[in-house]
């Protein structure tokens, strides 16, 4: 087994963490690991809490749970399964990558996160997607 190239954050004295899934993808012109790390972050003093997105090679995400709900209710309003949230690489034409992190939901409560990510071969060429999915914690 590989060692993850990212880790959850160890709990301290202001957060404790739940790890909630780790992906890492190959990326062939670049010759570079894309790795991404999720996990719940609670505040141990107030107790809020949001799901937070890290990544080597781009920026991640914090979804902070009443924004979310907010926007799945939004969502479901539009007939849509899911919205996008924080970071995202959309694909052109000199360049095939694709990352997305999406939130799904279902009568308006988010219910799923999806990291998506899409690359690319050695000939530049788009490679097959791949996605980590996980419950959005209760």
């Avoid at 141990?44 to 979804?63: E, F, M, P």
């Avoid at 949230?85 to 000199?94: D, I, M, Q, S, V």
């Avoid at 009568?107 to 996160?113: A, D, N, Q, R």
Wanted: with cysteine; aromatic share 12%; hydrophobic share 35%.
């Amino acid at each position: 087994m590989e060692t993850p190239l990212l880790d959850t954050p160890p709990d301290n004295s202001v957060h404790s963490y739940v790890p909630l899934g780790y992906i890492a993808v190959y990326d062939a012109p670049l010759n570079c690991d894309f790795a991404f790390v999720a996990y719940k972050e609670t505040d141990k003093d107030s107790g809020n809490w949001r799901v937070r997105i890290r990544s080597t090679q781009t920026v991640g995400a914090a979804l902070e749970a009443p924004a979310i709900a907010s926007k799945a209710k939004e969502t479901d309003a539009q007939g849509k399964p899911f919205f996008l949230w924080g970071y995202k690489l959309e694909p052109r034409a000199t360049d095939q990558r694709q990352i997305e992190f999406r939130v799904y939901q279902e009568g308006g409560i988010p219910k799923e996160v999806e990291i998506f990510i899409q690359l690319r071969q050695f000939d530049q060429s788009a490679d097959t997607p791949q996605s980590l999915r996980f419950p959005w914690p209760a």
